[in-house]
């Protein structure tokens, strides 16, 4: 039975664009705890990086992948789940731009910033259904 069966796995799986998204803004996400774990002074291994430009680059994810076509044909519980974490995004950009704002201050608007991220992850990811129809 075994040597009857199909193996024809492709080596890389292609993945919709919403998904690529998401990856990039978790991978941005994860720069930004290294970050936070070293005071919101640099992000490691990224030698010159403010925190602030993972921030950026995030929240202008977020805004892209809410002016997608597909993205659009959601569920209105979803599409304002993202507008939420767009909104989060921009929030965390705006405290790591403004060098008066300290620690605190920043780690606040971050935490904020996920659990904006996991309310949706929570509704939405995994098989959840989204479409409006």
Same mark, same amino acid.
């Given at each position: /039975? @075994?040597?009857?069966?199909? $193996?024809?796995? #492709? =080596?890389?799986?292609?993945?919709?664009?919403?998904?690529? &998204?998401?990856? +990039?803004?978790?991978?941005?996400?994860?720069?930004?705890?290294?970050a936070?774990?070293?005071g919101?002074?640099?992000?490691?291994?990224?030698?010159?990086?403010?925190?602030?430009?993972?921030?950026?680059?995030?929240? /202008? @994810?977020?805004?892209?992948? $809410?002016?997608? #076509? =597909?993205?659009?044909?959601?569920?209105?519980?979803?599409? &304002?789940?993202? +507008?939420?974490?767009?909104?989060?995004?921009?929030?965390?950009?705006?405290?790591?731009?403004?060098?008066?704002?300290d620690?605190?201050?920043r780690?606040?608007?971050?935490?904020?910033?996920?659990?904006?991220?996991?309310?949706?992850?929570?509704?939405?990811?995994n098989?959840?259904?989204?479409?409006?129809?």
């Open positions: /039975e @075994l040597a009857g069966m199909r $193996a024809d796995f #492709p =080596e890389i799986a292609k993945t919709p664009p919403m998904v690529d &998204t998401m990856v +990039a803004i978790d991978q941005h996400c994860d720069a930004l705890k290294a936070q774990k070293r919101w002074s640099q992000v490691p291994g990224h030698p010159g990086e403010a925190p602030v430009q993972p921030a950026v680059l995030m929240w /202008e @994810l977020f805004r892209e992948l $809410a002016r997608d #076509p =597909e993205t659009k044909q959601r569920s209105d519980d979803y599409l &304002t789940k993202l +507008a939420a974490g767009e909104k989060a995004a921009d929030a965390l950009r705006t405290v790591l731009a403004d060098a008066s704002q620690g605190p201050a780690d606040a608007a971050f935490q904020h910033m996920t659990e904006a991220c996991t309310v949706c992850h929570k509704a939405h990811r098989g959840a259904v989204i479409s409006k129809h």
